[in-house]
């Protein structure tokens, strides 16, 4: 019996042991098995959800095709959803479609500089409501599209002008860079609209410091005035500016533009008097018709330099404030004068010493009158 009892107590215990590593072995495969599936968790979206040649990091929110020496654009529908970033500098663009960079309404940040482009299309960045940074510096642009923006750079192209109207849908345009460009003069039409900028670069451009730059440097000083910065300005042209900012030219120097404005109203008014003596020998309305530039010049409107009237009224308000202090010191002084010498005088008259009174009495007198009067 004991016997019995002790083999079965063995049995037992290998049934025990048998089931004790069999337990282990299933909860080292679990465990084996549930960090394969975190590896490939987490290599799955970096591999499969990033254009070949571009680099993603691990989170997908940036992903990076500079320096690949692309002449087309990576297949974008592999970006990670939920992209911030897309950065293509560096490489050989030199086109890119209406649709290139549709359903990206993710994007934060465009970065298409130092490449090789000419022209975007219109449209191009319709769907990316919610790009705030876009980077076109170093390429060949002549053109542009109207979209919004809150920070725009179109340094070291080839732009000449920036014609009316381009700028008029992008109200939310914070920082604007036209450095580098080949720009002589700007219209101030075409910036009014840009209500929010803060921060404009124009440096490096053969500016024309001449009358159509006055109007546009008033823009510029009004945009100095609430707070905003713009760099260097220097003037290529005339001989007598070259070399100079034209934020410190003072406004007097374009005094002779109102001249020229008003020679060529008068001149004008002068050629449609003449026309009209003709046209009246041949018949009616045309006077009129040629009237109509001189009265449109005329009636041009003359913006004023905003920071020198600002600063002119307050020097104005400082002297005039001191000249009224100093008359109500003077008055206030003239009033405390008289009353003291007119009660100085009444109490002369009442301590007056009567005739035959004694010497002694005199000098009292006189002493309690001094003591009085101080």
């Known amino acids: 019996r004991l016997l019995r009892r002790e083999r079965e107590r063995e049995r037992e215990r290998e049934r025990e042991r048998e089931r004790r590593s069999t337990w282990n072995i299933r909860w080292i495969t679990q465990?084996?098995?549930?960090?394969?599936?975190?590896?490939?968790?987490?290599?799955?979206p970096s591999s499969?959800?990033?254009?070949?040649?571009?680099?993603?990091?691990?989170?997908?929110?940036?992903?990076?095709?500079?320096?690949?020496?692309?002449?087309?654009?990576?297949?974008?529908?592999?970006?990670?959803?939920?992209?911030r970033s897309l950065l293509l500098p560096n490489n050989r663009l030199s086109t890119l479609g209406a649709m290139a960079l549709a359903n990206?309404?993710?994007?934060?940040?465009?970065?298409?500089?130092?490449?090789?482009?000419?022209?975007?299309?219109?449209?191009?960045?319709?769907?990316?409501?919610?790009?705030?940074?876009?980077?076109?510096?170093?390429?060949?642009?002549?053109?542009?599209?109207?979209?919004?923006?809150?920070?725009?750079?179109?340094?070291?192209?080839?732009?000449?002008?920036?014609?009316?109207?381009?700028?008029?849908?992008?109200?939310?345009?914070?920082?604007?860079?036209?450095a580098g460009n080949r720009l002589n003069g700007l219209e101030r039409a075409a910036f009014e609209p840009l209500a929010n900028l803060q921060h404009l670069e124009l440096g490096h451009n053969p500016w024309e410091c001449d009358c159509n730059l006055r109007d546009f440097k008033h823009w510029m000083e009004w945009l100095l005035?609430?707070?905003?910065?713009?760099d260097a300005v220097e003037c290529t042209l005339p001989k007598d500016l070259r070399g100079r900012d034209i934020r410190g030219v003072p406004m007097e120097m374009f005094n002779y533009c109102l001249q020229l404005e008003d020679e060529n109203g008068t001149g004008g008014g002068g050629a449609s008097n003449n026309?009209?003596?003709?046209d009246n020998g041949v018949g009616g309305g045309e006077p009129e018709a040629s009237e109509?530039?001189?009265?449109?010049?005329?009636?041009?409107?003359?913006?004023?330099?905003?920071?020198?009237?600002?600063?002119?009224?307050v020097i104005a308000g400082v002297v005039c404030g001191i000249v009224c202090i100093m008359m109500v010191a003077a008055a206030a002084y003239g009033c405390i004068y008289a009353s003291l010498m007119a009660k100085y005088q009444r109490e002369l008259k009442k301590r007056q010493p009567l005739m035959g009174d004694g010497e002694a009495d005199g000098e009292d007198r006189e002493e309690k009158q001094i003591s009085s009067v101080a």
């Open 275 to 278: 026309n009209g003596a003709v």
């Open 104 to 178: 990206l309404s993710s994007l934060e940040v465009l970065d298409l500089s130092n490449n090789y482009l000419d022209n975007l299309p219109a449209g191009l960045f319709r769907d990316m409501t919610n790009l705030t940074r876009l980077a076109l510096h170093n390429n060949s642009l002549t053109s542009l599209d109207k979209e919004l923006f809150q920070r725009l750079d179109l340094s070291l192209n080839g732009l000449s002008s920036i014609p009316l109207g381009l700028l008029d849908e992008t109200q939310g345009l914070r920082w604007l860079s036209l």
């Open 225 to 230: 005035y609430r707070g905003g910065k713009v």
């Open 292 to 313: 109509a530039p001189a009265e449109c010049v005329r009636s041009r409107y003359r913006p004023v330099s905003v920071r020198r009237a600002i600063g002119t009224v």
């Open 48 to 83: 499969s959800g990033c254009p070949p040649p571009c680099l993603c990091s691990p989170d997908g929110l940036e992903v990076d095709c500079g320096g690949r020496d692309l002449s087309s654009l990576p297949p974008l529908h592999l970006l990670p959803q939920g992209s």
């Open 31 to 44: 465990e084996i098995f549930l960090c394969v599936l975190c590896l490939l968790a987490a290599l799955l």
